[in-house]
């Protein structure tokens, strides 16, 4: 297992596109997490699901982000108008997810840059 | 809901010099506490956890933390730092129950030989 995959590493979009962002967790995790990380800053929460169910959003996931994960394995984040304030680090994590002892692993990231 | 803030935002030390890197939290449930550390073009890594039991917890490399739940605090420590400790490290709760993460700002440790 090599952990937790995200592709692309970089984006570079100009102002009003849309950007897909994928994750591959690893193998049999149940659960998945998106985070934001902006510059200077810790990680933000965005969502998680647990299997296929989005179980979480975050009041920072506007109306123009939506992610999925339709067979309960990979998820995609989809932004929509990408505006310049888009531009951070996403992160995604996954987890067993069971118990106390529910150790989020994560992956490299996705820098976005918008233009 | 919870916050958590890291008090330095960087931390300059001398190679073999101890360090502390503080983090304090506010929550108003139980949380678990954890040290993530970020080294240059790689990915966040679990450092050490607070689940239950005893306050001190210890890494595999050397680090340590304890858990004040008067001063609501988790701080990072380490007596003697090598240069390959160089890294951004974060603090996070987790609120027991919940799923998510809340980060603190990090704090970037740099090593000088």
């Known amino acids: 297992d090599t952990g937790v995959s995200q592709d692309p590493r970089h984006k570079i979009t100009k102002r009003g596109q849309n950007v897909t962002f994928r994750c591959d967790p690893i193998s049999e995790h149940n659960r998945l997490y998106w985070y934001r990380q902006t510059l200077g800053q810790g990680p933000e929460f965005l969502t998680y699901?647990?299997?296929?169910?989005?179980?979480?959003k975050s009041r920072l996931l506007s109306d123009r982000f939506s992610a999925e994960r339709p067979k309960g394995s990979f998820s995609t984040l989809e932004i929509q108008r990408t505006e310049q304030g888009d531009s951070a680090m996403y992160l995604c994590a996954s987890s067993s997810g069971t118990g106390v002892h529910n150790e989020q692993f994560f992956g490299p990231g996705t820098r976005l840059t918008v233009l | 809901a919870q916050s958590v803030t890291q008090l330095d935002s960087q931390v300059p030390v001398f190679e073999e010099a101890p360090v502390e890197l503080r983090c304090n939290y506010s929550?108003?449930?139980?949380?678990?506490l954890f040290w993530y550390v970020q080294y240059p073009n790689q990915g966040l890594q679990l450092l050490l956890k607070y689940l239950s039991g005893s306050t001190l917890v210890k890494s595999i490399n050397g680090f340590e933390a304890e858990f004040n739940k008067s001063q609501t605090s988790f701080h990072l420590r380490k007596p003697s730092v090598h240069i390959s400790d160089t890294a951004e490290y974060f603090c996070?709760?987790?609120?027991?129950?919940?799923?998510?993460?809340?980060f603190g700002q990090g704090t970037r440790l740099t090593i000088n030989p």
């Open positions: 929550s108003s449930v139980s949380v678990y």
């Open positions: 699901f647990q299997n296929e169910a989005q179980l979480e």
């Open positions: 996070a709760v987790r609120p027991q129950g919940a799923q998510k993460l809340v």
